[in-house]
């Protein structure tokens, strides 16, 4: 997944304040984060998002490029990725699973005449609730969408592995009683808000910079 960097040669900014009124947050920002950018493309983005599934972020660059590859290196439209044969697609290492799941995104963006501007006129539970009906994209995909490539400042991704140890760690909470645990997510989160995206970006840095004990 995307990843920011604190960039302290920025002037600071409203998130900034707000999420560092949670002391225990606060201790992990050391400045503002790269802009968040609203992206072009947005549909193709999410057959990438499929792609990388479970995969290194070097093997998933290595199979994108692929990817684009058969169409000249341009960005293909819904249709041409469509009309592209399954046996094709696992060619550039695909699993059948995943080939399924982009030519399912592919027949929907069609049928539903997907634009970037449709995407962006929509609230974030909004187009949530209206990606996962495609079979193959779950919440979290679509989270990391919001995120990522339209731009969103409140998203909070509660399922992401990364960010509930994280968490966990920075807040010392006890997982054993899932419900209890889950709530408590909510409820710090609920502090971040409207700036969650950033608190989880802060977060994923934190952790990836920070070892283990």
Known sequence: MPRSKSTPDV????YVTHLSKDKRLQKIISGPLTELAIRKNICLKLIGSIMSQQLSTKVADVIYARFLALY??????????????????RGIGLSNA????????????IAEKITDNKLKKMGNEEVIAYLTQIKGVGRWTVEMLLMFYLGR???????????QQAIVKLYKLDREDKKAFRD????????????????????WAWKDNTPDK
């Open 11 to 14: 002037a600071p900014v409203h």
């Open 72 to 89: 000249g290196g341009k960005e293909p439209t819904a249709q041409q990725i469509l009309d592209t044969p399954p046996l094709t697609l």
């Open 98 to 109: 995943k080939v399924t799941y982009v030519h399912n995104v592919a027949a929907f963006v």
């Open 153 to 163: 400042e409140d998203v909070f991704a509660m399922d992401d592995w990364g960010l």
């Open 184 to 203: 408590k997510l909510v409820s710090i989160s609920e502090k971040w808000s409207p700036y969650r995206t950033h608190a989880c970006r802060y977060l």
